[in-house]
Structures are given as C-alpha cells and as structure tokens.
C-alpha cells in the first residue's frame, strides 16, 4: 500500500470528515487530495516529470503535509 492511498481511501468513504487543523484553517479529506492533486498539476506544468527530483523549503503547517503527499502520491505523476 503506498502513503496516499489511506488519502484517497478516506477522500472516498468520509469526504467531509476533518484532516488537517492548524490555526483557523480545517480541510477535510476531499479538500486536502484536491489540494495535493492541484499541486501536482501546477509542477507537471512547470516540466517536472516522473522521477526528477524537487525540491522543498516549508514552514512547519498544514500546508507541509500537501507537499509532501503530493511528493510521494504515485498518481501524481503517472506512475
């Protein structure tokens, strides 16, 4: 099983079910694979393509957990 799929799993079965709380902002599980597929497509735009590497320089925050799924997120790139 890889990371992401547990994302995607739960994305499907409890969409609107909290993920990620840091300060005033909520995601739930469907906003948080939107969020990470959107990231993907804006770096398949820039040229990244499967196998090159990225990297990444992020404040700890919710928004470290996006980069790094979408990272690791084997659709993201087509593999």
Do not use: C, K, W
């Not at 994302?7 to 969409?15: G, I, K, N, S």
């Not at 990620?20 to 040229?47: K, P, S």
């Not at 992020?58 to 993201?76: F, H, I, K, T, W």
């Amino acid at each position: 099983m890889y990371l992401t799929q547990g994302l995607h799993r739960a994305a499907q079965q409890t969409p609107n079910r909290p993920t990620t709380i840091f300060r005033d902002r909520v995601f739930t599980f469907a906003e948080q694979r939107d969020r990470v597929a959107r990231l993907a497509g804006g770096l398949r735009a820039l040229g990244v393509r499967d196998g090159d590497r990225v990297a990444m320089l992020a404040l700890n925050s919710d928004r470290y957990s996006e980069y790094y799924l979408m990272g690791v997120d084997r659709r993201a790139f087509g593999r």
